[in-house]
């Protein structure tokens, strides 16, 4: 029960319904609030308790300096937790972990259960093994079903023996796009009360959601166990950056063209940790889709939340995905009761403000490595030219040589490095690739799948290219995987389907396929000439995420494009193709045919989503989603409330968090004799930190599987060995095109390891055990943007496993600097403008970090000591932000601090 120190508390009547609301204009200031601060100021009213949350709290809120740097600390209760499969069988494992260990110290399992509604959606198991052909989905959902049988088995018991767990099982969408189109109330209604849906997920792209005017945004794994069972999620009240839209866009122009854009500006920008928010007449004339494709991509701003106000389109999407009217009806009638009700031409307080005009917005690509890299598609085949040096040329940016050294390469006439190489295929026949050759192009993703004008507009590319003779190349591997089941319907009702099949873009399975490393393996032929000629081949996929070594092992840089784009690059089969002079092929008469001549009007567009999608589609789709098919329904589960660990298991294991854990926390200590596991530069991800994509066999964690008896075929991805920390901690920091400057000309896992004499090149994680041996902790350093990308706990838990006790870093993306103090290690950030190069260090020293234990006299100090056996010294900032962070810390990690929390309720 709310303290109501406000008197908010009120009734909001809606047909025959009526439901308690928390009023907003009884707080002084409500009325000026951005959108987004006004959904947090609800929040803070319905959940005050007079302890954790305060009417100070809300005074504070209410009064909102929009100019002031962050400072005043809030406690955010998400009204729901939402999981993909890879960072939700984590969830699951860590779950039934605690509830032993709650056990084991005298309390009462049951006590762990999720206190706030959690739905995980498998999706991101589903590999493109096969493709181009009609067989392609039912074969790669039984291989799906074939590899991750103990997994799937693990979250059925989940769906039993949790209360308000729900699992929406393989085979039936992208977790985002189900959430938008399905699980997404906008208002939500729970014990009689009506309040913004607001949520967290353990994927980064949870703000798709923010299309619909609903705040949530990716928190790692840990944070979503800790919502879960009822833990707010401590907060900094954030700055609110305007981005005002005008104007429409101009035909020939895609959701995914503006998206890059604005994503281009803003991380120029800078809104890292910021919310963004989107006003101006331009919002009404940006449909749903775009919205939604416009917030998921929200992390490659690097913000938290980029949301959009409820208004009329809003309600029209409900509708047209078949939510209830009583649920239209309260939507409307809460957000104008609120003031929640997008005004076109008001203009909120905000701390920053951007401007976008629409019309000026013109088609576009990003790469080849991070999606804020725009190319404007004119000048796309000419920045190729500039781009491919840097990943043939034999010496790298840095000027060091890159590993493994090649000679000078060969130059083509048009100025582009060449090495023509010629390829003999299945059937006898031969082709000539060289660098740039499109081999992977991907329609697939969130980002683009849940958005139907792209994906129509896909589709009679496809059909207009079928009816001029064209096919895709014989090299490119081309993939659907759309993020429901409702594309295909709306495909099928249009007569599109056929044509997608005949270029090659055969539906391969529902869920997060290439984006994530999912792509499967080239086809051989094409595979061996890659690496045997060491060609930087390109992909071209309508995702959100191309960094290095991210897509598929073979292929060295990867490009984003809407998908009707997708399909004209496997028409065009290189990036060396200037798709917009260029001919894509000729037609049957042997005439030139040019993108301008398969290109469709924006009147085809609409016209096919007019008369092709309806409310029916989605109410068949989603009428019993939980229930699974035969083969789910099929699968053996155990029963009770501890889970029956299987010790010869590879996929789910019982990790080693609460071991020797007592109700007692231990005091915080300094740092000292810690040695260098890694010493990396900027824009690290956690895509190079956190284990993904296929298991090498000659791998720490490849090893592993094999004494395990686990067959090189049946390795998996280790996504979806999330479960086994065994593989995980292997795999960690092991990114193929990870840089370790300690250990210079390598790439991939390796560092050096100095508890031998010399300190020979050693992989990461054997190197760590060694010190682990030792007694010897770790430290990494870093540079800027460190952590960016995907919300991948395990970049945070491998690193702990692995005995690194504190990173030092120029600066940090949010989730990581969270997850890192969630699983007990210390961030630490360069003073302003220095860096392990301005400072002279190698990562040979030996480090010791003192003031730490300040902590445990209950504050949190801003910097500590860093010294080094060389002389080098300096002030850390110490980047645990909150109070609530630095409780975190001093009991070992955020599940360490909510199982002693239950306990002692």
Known sequence: MSANSFDARSTLQVGDESYEIFRLDKVEGSARLPYSLKVLLENLLRTEDGANITADHIRALGGWDSQAQPSQEIQFTPARVIMQDFTGVPCVVDL??????????????????????????????VIADKFGTNEAFKQNVELEYGRNRERYQFLRWGQTAFDEFKVVPPGTGIVHQVNIEHLARTVMVRGGQAYPDTLVGTDSHTTMVNGLGVLGWGVGGIEAEAAMLGQPVSMLIPRVVGFKLTGELTPGTTATDLVLTITEMLRKHGVVGKFVEFYGEGVAATSLANRATIGNMSPEFGSTAAIFPIDDETIKYLKLTGRSEQQLALVEAYAKEQGLWLDPKAEPDFSEKLELDLSTVVPSIAGPKRPQDRIVLANAAEQFKQDVRNYVDSVDEAGQESFPASDAPAVAPNGAPSNPVTVTAPDGSTYEIDHGAVTVAAITSCTNTSNPYVMVAAALVAKKAVEKGLTRKPWVKTTLAPGSKVVTDYFDKAGLTPYLDKVGFNLVGYGCTTCIGNSGPLPEEV??????????????????????????????????????????????????????????????????????????????????????IGEDMFSKSYSDVFAGDAQWQALPIPTGNTFEWDPESTYVRKPPYFEGMTMETTPVSDISGARVLAKLGDSVTTDHISPAGAIKADTPAGKYLTEHGVERRDFNSYGSRRGNHEVMIRGTFANIRLRNQIAPGTEGGYTRDFTQEGGPVSFIYDASQNYQAAGIPLVVLAGKEYGSGSSRDWAAKGTALLGVKAVIAESYERIHRSNLIGMGVLPLQFPEGASAQSLGLTGEETFSITGVTELNEGTTPRTVKVTTDTGVEFDAVVRIDTPGEADYYRNGGIMQYVLRSLIRK
Do not use: C
């Not at 509830?99 to 009462?108: P, S």
């Not at 061996?528 to 996929?541: P, R």
């Not at 990036?575 to 469709?600: C, E, H, S, Y």
């Open 527 to 612: 595979s061996k000439a890659v690496n045997d000629h060491d060609l930087a081949v390109t992909s071209v996929l309508s995702g959100n995420r191309n960094f290095e070594g991210r897509i598929n092992p073979d292929v060295k840089m990867n490009y984003l494009a809407s998908p009707p784009l997708v399909v004209a690059y496997a028409l065009a089969g290189s990036m060396k193709v200037d798709i917009t002079r260029d001919a894509l092929g000729t037609d049957q008469d042997g005439n030139p045919v040019f993108l301008k001549d398969i290109w469709p009007s924006e009147a085809e567009v609409n016209d096919v989503v007019a008369n092709a």
């Open 96 to 125: 039934a972990t605690m509830r032993e260990a709650v056990k084991e110290l005298g309390g009462d399992p049951a006590k762990i259960n999720p206190l706030a509604p959690a739905e995980l959606v498998i999706d991101h198991s």
